[in-house]
């Protein structure tokens, strides 16, 4: 019984997760965040640099950019790719950094967005 309650529980924790997930990705699409692997595939050189330095193919490295009812992961590189960029970046003198890969609005590009009275 026990356990059949902690399945229906991390089950909906899962679900109500992932709905948040979606709802920030929203939101961010409509504050006008950027696509963020589309970004750091210009800062690195195109899809074939990209794809050579994560050892994916340029197919995959395109789904990138798509949205995820498309296949693709709106806008975000996977976690292991974001590694291995930064460090085959930093070997061919490509200016990558972390902040690169997540690119939230700021004050100066979205007005209305700032905190009040930080210093």
């Known amino acids: 019984m026990v356990e059949d309650w902690q399945k229906l529980r991390k089950s909906k924790i899962d679900e109500i997760r992932n ?7 929203r939101l961010s699409q409509c504050m006008g965040m950027l696509n963020p692997a589309k970004q750091v595939i ?10 050579e330095m994560t050892g994916r193919s340029t197919v995959r490295v395109r789904r990138w950019e798509y949205p995820r009812d498309r296949g693709g992961t709106d806008g975000l590189i996977p976690a292991e790719c974001q590694r291995l960029l930064l460090i085959a970046a930093r070997a061919r003198g490509i200016d990558l950094r972390p902040e690169h890969f997540f690119d939230f609005q700021t004050p100066d590009r979205a007005p209305g967005f700032g905190v009040e009275g930080a210093a």
Do not use: H, P, T, W
């Not at 709905?19 to 990705?25: A, V």
């Not at 210009?42 to 794809?51: K, L, S, T």
């Open 42 to 51: 210009q800062i690195c050189g195109g899809y074939e640099a990209v794809a």
């Open 19 to 25: 709905s948040l997930l979606d709802r920030i990705l």
